[in-house]
C-alpha cells in the first residue's frame, strides 16, 4: 500500500481522535465549572502507527484490505481515573452518549489478565464527517486508574524492548507489582472522599479568587482608589487566612458593593 492510500485510510481516524479528545476533556470541564468532582482524570489519544498496523496485520494473519474491518484500535483514546470507583462512572457515561454506539466492551479489571494488565475496554463506533462525507470507524477507549496506567507503560515498554519475550525473573516481578498496584489503588479508595474534598475546595477557592479579583479590577475604574486598596489588603488577609467560609463571605459582600457601584454609573447614567 503506498504513502497516499495510508494517508487516505488514516486521515478519518486522526479526526475522530481529535474530535473524542475535545469530548472526554469537556465532560472533565463541565464538572469542574459545577464544582463537581471529575470521574475523568486526563485523556489522551493516538492513531496507531503504520509500522504497529502491520505488526497486527502480521500476528492477526489478515491481509492489508482487511485492515479496517479487523483491527479495532486503528483510533485509541485512553481515559485515565484517579480511584477505581470513578471507572464505573465513566462507562456509564460512555454507555449514554448517543454520539458512540457500544461494539463490545472488556473487563480485564474483574478479569485480570496473566500479564497482570488491568483496563476496561470499550470498542465503540463513532462517525466522523470527511468531505467525502460520512464514515463510520471504529474506536478503542481504554478506562483505567493512574496506578494501573502506570503499570501498563512500563510493561509495554519492557514488551517493546523484549519483543514479546519478557523474562521470566521480570515477568514475575512485573506480576508482582500489579498485585501491589491492586492493593495501592484500595488503600487510594478508602481516602477518596477525602481526596474528593480537598479537591473540591481547591477548584472552589481558584474560581473564588479569580472572581475577587475581577470584581476589584473593576472597582479600581469606578470607586475611590483608597476605598479599594483596603478592599484589597482586606482579601489578602482573608486569603493568607486559608478559611475557604470567610472567603465566601467576603466574595459575596464584594460582589453586593460591585453591584452597587453599578447601580449608582446607571443612575448617574440616567
Ligand atoms: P498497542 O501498541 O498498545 O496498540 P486485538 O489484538 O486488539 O484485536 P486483543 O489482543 O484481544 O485483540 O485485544 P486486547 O487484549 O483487548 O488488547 C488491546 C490493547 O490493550 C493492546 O493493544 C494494548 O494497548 C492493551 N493491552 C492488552 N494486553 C496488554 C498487556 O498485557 N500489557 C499492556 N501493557 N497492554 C496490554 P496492542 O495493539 O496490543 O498494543
Known sequence: M???????????????????LVKFNHIIREHRN??????IDTVIGRVKSI????????KKG???????????DIAGIRIICQFVEDIDKVVEIIRNRKDMRIKSEKDYISHMKESGYRSYH???????????????????????????NFWATIEHSLQYKYKD???????KKLSNASEAIIVLDEEMNYVRDEIMDAQNSFHMKDELVSEIL???????????????????????????????????????????????????SILEGN
Open 165 to 171: 519475550n519478557i523474562p521470566e525473573h521480570l515477568k
Open 214 to 264: 475581577n470584581n476589584i479590577q473593576n472597582l479600581y475604574k469606578v470607586a475611590n482608589k483608597r476605598e479599594v486598596m483596603k478592599i484589597q489588603e482586606e482579601f489578602y488577609r482573608i486569603y493568607t487566612e486559608s478559611d475557604l467560609d470567610e472567603l465566601k463571605h467576603y466574595s459575596k459582600q464584594l460582589d453586593m458593593i460591585a453591584q452597587s457601584y453599578k447601580a449608582q
Open 51 to 58: 509500522s504497529s498496523i502491520l505488526d497486527k496485520v502480521q
Open 34 to 39: 459545577y464544582n463537581q468532582y471529575s470521574p
Open 122 to 148: 470499550i470498542i465503540v463506533y463513532y462517525t466522523v464527517n470527511t468531505n467525502q462525507g460520512p464514515k463510520e470507524i471504529k474506536a478503542e477507549l481504554q478506562i483505567r486508574t493512574l496506578a494501573m
Open 62 to 72: 489478515i491481509s492489508l484490505n482487511e485492515i479496517e474491518d479487523k483491527i479495532d
Open 2 to 20: 503506498d504513502i497516499k492510500l495510508w494517508r487516505e485510510i488514516l486521515d478519518p481516524y486522526y479526526l475522530a481522535v481529535d474530535e473524542l
